[in-house]
């Protein structure tokens, strides 16, 4: 069924309070499932909670799938959309197209039953849970049965048939990182990703490795040096250098990046999932660098005076998650890589 309103392209005609507001910095969303003439409706499968937000939610739920469910239900139920109230992050879905308005069923290429994956955030996707049947901890996903909205403005990409949905979903979540890569890092530059072992870390060093170039340097920051993602860094040289640190801790962390990066990095890349790594970013950057914040934990206050107070002067950019044709590059880039395919289905695909 198609219903009939003043319909805006970016959803606002959703929006329960406050009124007027775009869907992103709303509080309430209308989630009924049913396509206005210019939305997609579609059944939820999967949802891939963003890290920043699936941290704070282990954290405060000690670690108990259980009580995230409830947490993440109780979100949805009260404001018609997964926007983490702490860290105001989403995350995005899997799902099955049910309908699509008439209003744009002739120009999108999406039939009823097709399989897609949002690339838009679940802080502005009206989203309606009937249940959550699984909480994955190691991958941040959860199985669920419910419905979402996609409008006429909201980026949405066909599941590859080469790879896993899980996998696809779980780099189509990050996919701004290496697109974004691609476009900042030139040839022969130093280039730090911080976070370097994680998810958009790993695709971040292989667009950063081939950017920078034989010329260059990427050198990786990790919490520890031995985890599974660390020895992927290392064993497919997708880094130059890795340094163990605390990014959390930005003095000692400047001194082990300098080594690697003297004089600071051209461009530096904060891929963490915690609060607090602002002041390394900035230190381990040198004079006329670029710092790029894709992680949801960084604090504008805090970067921005953090570069005031330590007389940086420094370019930074905050990170968005659209870029063109980045949910192909970060597909492309794991196809060019298949050592990280192979991590990445072993750490992200859905179980046999
Ligand atoms: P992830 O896979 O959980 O990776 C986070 C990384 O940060 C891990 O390598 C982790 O190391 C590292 N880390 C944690 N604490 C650290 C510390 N104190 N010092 C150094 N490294 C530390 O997360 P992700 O999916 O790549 O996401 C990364 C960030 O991007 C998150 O904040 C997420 O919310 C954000 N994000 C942004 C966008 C956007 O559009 N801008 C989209 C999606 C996600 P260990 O694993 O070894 O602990």
Redesign the pocket.
Known sequence: MTLRKPLCRFGSHRVLAPEGALPQGAHRLDATPVAYENEILCDVELLNV????FAQLRGACADDPKRIAETILATVRERGKQHNPVTG?GGMFVGRVRDIGSAIAARIALKRGDRIASLVSLTLTPLALDAVLGVDLATARLRVRGTAILFESSAWARLPEDIDDAVALAVF??A?APAQVRRLCNPGESVVI????????ILACAQAKERAGARGRVVG????AA?P?SHLLRDARLVDVLVEA???NALPLARAVEEAAPGGADLVVN????PG?EASSILCTRDGGCIYF????TSFTAAALGAEGLGKDVTMIV?N?FAPRHAEIALETLRSHPAILKYYTATYGRPS
């Open positions: 963003d890290s920043a937000s992050s979540d990050v701004g911080i976070g370097a072992d994680g998810k958009s870390g920051v990790v919490p520890d985890t993602g605390d990014a959390c891929c963490v999932n915690v790594t894709f992680s949801m934990a990170g998650g």
